[in-house]
């Protein structure tokens, strides 16, 4: 763009916009599609003791139902922790999951369908604060099975330069404080939506409110068991985003599922209260650390402990460790540092990416 520094730019898609001639996922429509409400969970942290659906499937209008055991393949944003599943299966991590699914030819239809199951839970010790996740539990009380040593801490990041602890025991000006920080969702104005098309070709095209649509590609790949290029995701015009949209879903993987089950377009688009409910925002956080300066103001160490509230599943939280710790300095060259951060699985709608990241 020679020129054009101090010259207005317009804005590429304005027009579109203010005239309503932009099309976001919600907009799509096509011909027998049908509509998917989900069934959420009531309990923070339960074991699932029976999913009675025979209601649900003779309800008038509905079409197909499913739940955690049709979509078993766990995904995620990070390979190095796909540990989330499309649907609760045997045991629910946070109020508001994913229990079940309901397909309907009217969304009045689909959500009348939902309040026909019936779920039977068994409650479990809830851990609601990082705290609480960093104390030793029994394997029941794991939130998951592969955390270590009984305790529902996800992943330590640790990382040290040049002794940063020794430097702060002998400085003459030295400063401890404790920091904390709320948990913050993107707010942005569109709710996740999506559409899935199973096609006569045995491929799948979905449209869906994301901002990754080939990390969306590579989990449908490894859920629906598909080869990549069978696989055709489109972005439309999106409503905001700020990292909450940059995770693959588990909505996204039951339009897809469900349409290669019935051969039919299927849509799921949140309403506002699910759209927090899925979050995936800020982690609350809390930081104890320590610095140390020479007589003229210099900083020569640093040294943090971070725990991150994760809440229920992995999402961008093993990023979010190293971020919370290295990016610490800021500006500063500081020679000696350091930092442990701690991000703890939750019973709370799960933490992942939001704008500067970190």
């Known amino acids: 763009m020679t020129g054009a520094i101090g010259k207005p730019t317009p804005y590429i898609d304005a027009v579109q916009k203010v005239t309503g001639q932009a099309m976001y996922a919600d907009d799509y429509k096509f011909p027998n599609m049908v509509y998917v409400s989900c069934l959420r969970s009531t309990e923070s942290h339960a074991k699932i003791k029976s999913l009675e659906l025979k209601k649900a499937e003779a309800s008038p209008g509905v079409v197909a139902i499913v739940t955690g055991k049709d979509i078993p393949v766990p995904f995620g944003v990070l390979s190095i922790s796909r540990d989330e599943t499309a649907m609760a299966i045997e045991k629910v991590r946070y109020q508001g999951e994913i229990v079940a699914a309901v397909a309907a030819e009217t969304i009045e239809a689909a959500e009348a369908g939902v309040k026909l199951i019936n779920v039977e839970y068994e409650?479990?010790?809830?851990?609601?604060?990082?705290?609480?996740?960093?104390?030793?539990?029994?394997?029941?009380?794991?939130?998951?099975?592969?955390?270590?040593?009984?305790?529902?801490?996800?992943?330590?990041?640790?990382?040290?330069?040049?002794?940063?602890?020794?430097?702060?025991?002998?400085?003459?000006?030295?400063?401890?404080?404790?920091?904390?920080?709320?948990?913050?969702?993107?707010?942005?104005?569109?709710?996740?939506?999506?559409?899935?098309?199973?096609?006569?070709?045995?491929?799948?095209?979905?449209?869906?409110?994301?901002?990754?649509?080939?990390?969306?590609?590579?989990?449908?790949s490894k859920v629906l068991g598909l080869p990549l290029h069978k696989i055709q995701v489109k972005k439309p015009v999106l409503g905001g985003g700020f990292g909450g949209k940059s995770d693959p879903f588990p909505h996204e993987m039951i339009v897809s599922f469900l349409s290669k089950k019935i051969k039919r377009p299927v849509k799921c688009t949140f309403s506002r209260e699910e759209v927090f409910i899925t979050h995936h925002g800020r982690h609350p956080t809390e930081i104890n650390m320590s610095l140390s300066c020479d007589d003229g103001g210099k900083i020569t160490a640093l040294d943090a402990d971070i725990i991150i509230d994760g809440g229920a599943y992995g999402s961008f939280g093993v990023v979010t460790s190293y971020y919370n710790g290295v990016l610490l300095q800021g500006p500063y060259l500081i020679d000696k540092f350091g930092f442990r951060t701690r991000r703890t699985y939750t019973n709370k709608h799960q933490c992942g990416a939001m704008r500067g990241h970190g």
């Open 123 to 220: 409650p479990l010790t809830e851990f609601f604060t990082p705290q609480d996740s960093l104390k030793t539990c029994t394997p029941d009380e794991q939130i998951h099975a592969h955390t270590k040593d009984h305790k529902n801490i996800h992943k330590t990041a640790e990382l040290r330069f040049n002794e940063p602890e020794k430097e702060l025991e002998t400085a003459k000006h030295k400063q401890t404080g404790n920091f904390k920080f709320a948990g913050v969702t993107h707010g942005f104005t569109e709710p996740h939506s999506a559409v899935a098309m199973w096609n006569g070709d045995e491929t799948l095209t979905i449209i869906s409110a994301t901002q990754v649509p080939h990390y969306l590609q590579k989990n449908l």
